[in-house]
Nanobody, 126 residues
């Protein structure tokens, strides 16, 4: 059974940085994708960043390009989301997710992902 456990997050002043971690266990292939999504009250869940575990190729949502960095360890067990220059509009619940398939049409589409972490709150105050 695939399990994702998140850590990190919290509250920071605008302009600050936070790092999220997502540790996967129970998976049987390393050629999947892991992504970070976020959702704030009244809004749709938004794809933030995605990484291919096998090749390390990354994709980012337009709102975070140049500020957030997704990375993984060599085994593909842990994926991080480094968030710099945080803005109040980045405030949301953040979720990591892992795909079951080894090819995704849209790497930032939540419906492409099957396994989800428990979520962690990120707050950037002005």
């Amino acid at each position: 059974q695939v399990r994702l456990v998140q850590s990190g997050g919290g509250s920071v002043q605008a302009g600050g940085s936070l790092r999220l971690s997502c540790v996967s266990s129970g998976y049987t292939t390393s050629n999947q994708y892991v992504a970070w999504f976020r959702q704030s009250p009244g809004k749709e869940r938004e794809g933030v960043a995605s990484i291919s575990i096998g090749g390390g190729v990354t994709w980012y949502g337009d709102s975070v390009k140049g500020r957030f960095t997704i990375s993984r360890d060599n085994r593909g067990d842990t994926v991080w989301l480094q968030m710099d220059s945080l803005k109040p509009e980045d405030t949301a619940m953040y979720y990591c997710a892992r795909s079951r398939d080894e090819w995704l049409r849209d790497k930032l589409d939540q419906y492409e992902y099957v396994y989800w972490g428990q979520g962690t709150q990120v707050t950037a105050t002005s």
